[in-house]
Each structure stands twice: as C-alpha cells, then as structure tokens.
C-alpha cells in the first residue's frame, strides 16, 4: 500500500503503534489521532523532534531556488534575522505575522523601515495578520512578483502562525478543502505539508523551528495560553526611580539600579499581570539574575513574552529562567 501522511501535521500514517507519532485507527483516515484530537477536542499532545531534522528540511529547501516566505510574530522577534540566510540562500520575503496583538497606533510603514534601515537580506518585508485578514491580498501579489516556481516554502519559528496564515489563504483563494492542523501551542506541524492553492500556487508547510531560549518550552498549557494574546494590546507604562522593581506574573523580575527617573512601557499580553514590588523583598530572586545597560530609546525583549520599551538609559538587573534568552535592541515602537 501506498504511504499516506497526515494532512493537519505532515507526518507519515500508520495504525501499529499508539504510542508512536503517525497513529491512526485506520489508514482510511486523513488525519492522524494527534491531530484528530487537536481539531475536535483542542487536546494537545506534546511531540518532541530535535531542530536537527528541522534544519535539514531548511538546507533542502536551500538546494532549490524556490522562493521562501519567512514568517516572524510580532511580538516576538528573533535576535538575528539574518541567520536564516546561512541555510537558505532562495529569495526571501519577511512577513511580520500578528499586527492584531499590537497596537492600532502603530504605524505599518515604521515597522517596515525598522528592519529596511537596517541590514535588510529580504526582498521585501510585508506587515500582516493571518487571524484578521489583514494585508493578505497585498502579500499573495508580492509572491505572484517574487516566485520562481509554483512552490513556495513557508518558514518561521514555531507558534509563528505558519499553518494559520496558509489556511487563510485556502480559505481566500482556493477550491481546496484541505486544512492544516492549528493549535496554540508550539510544533503542531511535524514534517513538510504540500498544499495546492490554485494552478499557480503552492505552499509547502515546514515545521517550526524550536527555540531552546523562548520562555514558551519551560512553560505548562495553562500558562503558555495566558502570555499568548489574543487580542490588541494594551501597553502598561510604569515610571521608575532608581531602587524600584516590578514582576511579571512569577515570570520575571525588573530591578531599577541605577539612572534617572525612567519609563518602562510592557508590550506583553494583557492576561499579565504586572506589579511593584519593594526592592528589599527576595521574590523570584531564585531565578537567573543579569544586568543590562541601557542605552537611551531601548527594547528589552524576552523571548517568547514580548518587550518593555525603555527611554532613558540605565542599569537595569533581570531576574529570568536560565533557560529562557533576552536581549536589547533599537526600540521598535
């Protein structure tokens, strides 16, 4: 018989082994049990896969000169963009995923010029929503300008919004009845996924990359759905002198330890709660503590939670899972 693979996931069928990933109860069945569940249920069932292979469907798509849309949330952008281009060397179009979460007030064009004033390795870098449909249009002409085939590869880290934006388009522009599997929670889609939009497109699904350094690994299910947001975001301001702190949640801590008077503007899910703490009190001074100088316009992002936008320059100490990356940056905002 024939190999069948699941169409929500990807991965290969087979009805021998429960325990395995592939399961089904008959090889009639289009979707695997996994995926069954998430789709019917929304029970998530935790697959762990290595980037190794990951990295593997990467350098492959490398070896074709196929054009490649690299997905990026929002909220949660990587350190260094341009290390994909290490492995993939295709055309490339940044696509700035999940405007919704940020605020109305953001300008579109001052996003796009924040990674076009920089080194910029993207043909181009387009702004959208997949959840909202917003700019989904604008983003199937630029592929119609920029590919070199009928495939085109969809890349990104996991929890990006791959499968979401290519079901969008299904939805939108196809007679196709196929549809990938969504969750909220990471490495949902677990090998390549083909899916054919019409007689000039087709998309190919990759697994999300899994960042070893994004908060979302170390957390359980009931917390990863709170720091994901589902709607705009209301930035919490907090002015500090030095010798304050905040927490997020039992996540972080911000200790002020040096420089004037300072604003701290919270781009982070409004579930969140954020709070003073005095700065004599040891919570959550258990966690990995690293102090930051910050210069005058600055994002501390913490990856996998958002950022704070800081305008003044100072000595901040955080307080964060060893496991877990931050880092600062340009203010984006």
Request: aromatic fraction near 8%; charge should be positive; proline fraction near 3%.
């Amino acid at each position: 018989m024939e190999d069948k693979y699941c169409e929500g996931c990807g991965v290969k069928l087979q009805n021998d082994n429960v325990l395995q990933e592939g399961y089904t109860s008959s090889l009639d069945n289009t979707l695997c049990q996994r995926c069954f569940r998430i789709k019917n249920y929304g029970d998530y069932q935790v697959v762990t896969k290595s980037n190794e292979e990951y990295i593997e469907i990467l350098k492959n798509i490398g070896k074709t000169k196929d054009l490649v849309l690299y997905l990026v949330d929002l909220l949660n952008i990587e350190e260094d963009l341009n290390k994909i281009r290490e492995i993939i060397p295709n055309k490339m179009i940044l696509v700035l995923n999940k405007r919704d979460v940020l605020p109305k007030s953001v300008n579109d064009e001052k996003l796009i010029n924040y990674f076009n004033n920089i080194d910029n390795p993207f043909e181009e870098v387009i702004v959208i929503s997949s959840e909202k449909n917003y700019n989904i249009d604008y983003l199937l002409k630029r592929i119609k300008l920029y590919q070199t085939s009928n495939n085109v590869y969809v890349i990104g880290h996991t929890n990006a919004g791959k499968s979401t934006l290519i079901n969008k388009l299904l939805r939108n522009y196809s007679n196709n009845p196929k549809e990938l599997t969504i969750s909220p929670l990471p490495s949902t889609t677990l090998n390549t996924v083909t899916i054919e939009i019409n007689e000039y497109l087709t998309l190919i699904d990759t697994p999300g990359l899994v960042d070893s350094s994004s908060l979302v690994n170390y957390l359980d299910s009931t917390m990863f759905k709170k720091i994901s947001p589902k709607k705009e975001i209301k930035p919490k301001t907090y002015q500090l002198r030095k010798g304050q702190s905040l927490l997020i949640e039992d996540i972080l801590r911000l200790d002020y330890k040096e420089g004037e008077k300072n604003s701290f503007t919270f781009y982070v899910s409004n579930n969140l709660k954020v709070r003073r703490v005095s700065t004599s009190k040891d919570t959550l001074k258990n966690l990995q503590k690293r102090t930051f100088e910050i210069k005058y316009d600055e994002d501390l992002c913490i990856n996998g939670l958002g950022f704070i936008k800081i305008v003044n320059k100072g000595t901040i100490d955080l307080y964060l899972d060893s496991k877990v990356s931050a880092y600062t940056r340009k203010n984006l905002i």
